[in-house]
């Protein structure tokens, strides 16, 4: 990975150096490259609409899997060959690197016209994972760079039918109601808990939900700058958790070690009461068990002093060359794309929250459970400062420890604070 970021960083400054020419295109025709399968067609049906509403042709060329889209966007800004429309699908210091080449236009003025029509429709959280701020860290100039299709968030989700068998009648309000729940599907036989735990952004995203409802956002933050350490009590409570959860047998068998797909698996064909998962899983389970009777809440709290912060995914976004001759008529496509009409359209035939905030009015069941949260999350791709790598992965480590049983929170509280003072001594270095 860290060898194709590379590769991909020298490529668009290559192309810079290339200069060739763009490849000519009609006054009434614009191009867009994607990656998602599941919404080809739809994206289609939209193209050929807008076609009869405009007379503007619009080409949508779809390369995948992701890592052959990735590839062909390299190869096409290395010849300087991009279309007037594309997804970026990499970290934000890759975007920085794409918008100082010249390749993504700066589509605050467009956002920002009609005193803000565009930007206020959208969610605020999505378009800010298109938004560099002043000061930034990649030294991007403050602007929005990008277009947001859709959202996402990570939420509990629960199965109806294997609760009522334990006599469960409702979903759990608190932490302890979960714990007590999870002891009723036990003295039954079914697994409790089932999540992707094997990935470390999950326990990442799982502990930090629960760091901000334990300490709120301003703490968890202090953290990240030095001032407050991991063995402070309030994050020692954060690592008993999952201490707790494992002592009262609320995980399913292996779950350190179970990848996400597996895991969404293991809910899917009702292996497991609960799970931890993503918007995006309505498409999945939908596949494997279309019949499957689920909900949607967030994860139960365990204080009330602070708001249980969800996740949310930046979702499928959409850049336009600066480059393209036709530049104006790109943006003006994805206006009316993100119109809530073709966002509605979009949700109902693929299933992802769309980024539009109108489009969310007529949700109901699993999706409306997705979508009422979104005021309400969290990503650190927007947090003010996030934590060093290092101590990150000490501390996701640490809790997979943790949860079979090989350290204690307060161990694993010391270790990662261990990391936390080497990883601050070493960036204070001259």
């Not at 062909?72 to 991009?82: G, P, R, S």
């Not at 009702?270 to 967030?298: H, Q």
């Not at 769309?354 to 999706?367: E, G, I, K």
């Not at 480590?397 to 694993?412: F, N, R, S, W």
Request: hydrophobic share 45%; proline share 5%; aromatic share 10%.
């Amino acid at each position: 990975m860290r060898r194709l970021v590379s590769w991909m960083f020298c490529a668009v400054l290559a192309g810079m150096a290339l200069g060739c020419a763009q490849a000519k295109k009609t006054a009434n025709e614009i191009e867009v490259w994607h990656w998602m399968t599941d919404r080809q067609d739809s994206l289609q049906a939209l193209a050929e609409r807008y076609e009869q509403q405009t007379g503007i042709k619009v080409k949508i060329a779809l390369f995948a899997p992701s890592d052959s889209y990735t590839q062909k966007v390299i190869a096409a800004a290395q010849a300087n060959v991009l279309p007037d429309i594309y997804g970026i699908l990499d970290k934000k210091s890759i975007v920085a690197s794409f918008i100082k080449a010249g390749y993504v236009a700066d589509l605050t003025e467009a956002f920002k016209a009609d005193n803000g029509a565009w930007e206020k429709r959208l969610f605020a959280k999505a378009i800010n994972n298109n938004r560099f701020v002043e000061g930034n860290v990649d030294k991007v100039k403050p602007g929005i760079y990008g277009v947001p299709l859709d959202v996402s968030n990570i939420q509990m989700v629960y199965n109806r039918a294997l609760l009522k068998r334990a006599g469960i009648m409702k979903p759990p309000a608190t932490f302890d109601d979960f714990i007590a729940d999870a002891q009723a599907l036990r003295r039954v036989g079914i697994p409790p808990f089932v999540t992707g735990f094997g990935e470390m952004w999950i326990v990442d995203c799982f502990a930090s939900n629960y760091a901000f409802n334990i300490m709120g956002e301003a703490k968890v933050m202090a953290t990240f700058r030095g001032e407050v350490p991991y063995t402070d009590p309030d994050w020692i409570a954060v690592f008993a958790l999952f201490k707790k959860l494992a002592d009262k047998g609320v995980f399913m068998e292996g779950i350190v070690t179970k990848g996400n797909k597996y895991a969404e698996q293991d809910f899917a064909l009702e292996r497991a009461a609960f799970s931890f998962d993503g918007s995006w899983c309505v498409n999945i389970y939908k596949t494997m068990n279309p019949g499957l009777d689920y909900g949607v809440l967030p994860l139960p709290p365990v204080s009330s002093n602070f708001p249980m912060r969800m996740w949310d995914g930046a979702g499928s976004s959409l850049v336009v060359n600066d480059l393209s001759p036709n530049k104006d008529k790109a943006v003006a496509f994805l206006k009316w794309l993100t119109a809530a009409e073709q966002q509605t359209y979009l949700a109902e035939k693929t299933n992802n929250l769309p980024a539009n905030r109108d489009a969310h009015r007529a949700f109901t069941d699993v999706l409306g459970g997705f979508s009422k949260v979104m005021e309400n999350t969290t990503h650190p791709n927007i947090w003010p400062l996030n934590e060093d790598p290092l101590v990150v992965e000490a501390f996701d480590k640490g809790i997979q420890a943790i949860m079979i049983g090989d350290e204690t929170p307060q161990q694993v509280a010391g270790e990662v604070q261990s990391v936390k003072v080497r990883q601050m001594g070493r960036a204070a270095r001259p």
